[in-house]
Nanobody, 119 residues
């Protein structure tokens, strides 16, 4: 079955950096677009970054230039390098993959990992 396991979260001061990792299994990773979402307290989950199988990337405006998504197909792992972190980046971060089925698209999520940016 599909599994997504996030690691690398924690607490950091404003201006600091963290790298999140998501280890994936149970599907053809190299053929799949991978996403990072985040959910701040009181808000819905929002898409942060996407990386396509051909390694093209896209970012939400608030993180563009500070975050970088990458993938290692040999390790079935997607990363989110987060630099110049701001208190507004505090959230639970989720790894996601959407896999087409015969009838509908299946949405898979990791359990999420906390990132806290505070002085």
């Amino acid at each position: 079955q599909v599994q997504l396991v996030e690691t690398g979260g924690g607490s950091v001061q404003p201006g600091g950096s963290l790298t999140l990792s998501c280890a994936a299994s149970g599907f053809t990773f190299s053929d799949s677009a991978m996403n990072w979402y985040r959910r701040s307290t009181g808000w819905q989950r929002k898409l942060v970054a996407t990386i396509l199988p051909d390694e093209r990337t896209n970012y939400t405006d608030s993180v563009r230039g500070r975050f970088a998504i990458s993938r290692d197909n040999a390790k079935n792992t997607v990363y989110l390098q987060m630099n110049n972190l701001e208190p507004e980046d505090t959230a639970i971060y989720y790894c996601n993959v959407d896999i087409p089925g015969s009838t509908w698209i299946h949405h898979y999520w990791g359990d999420g990992i906390q990132v806290t940016v505070s002085s």
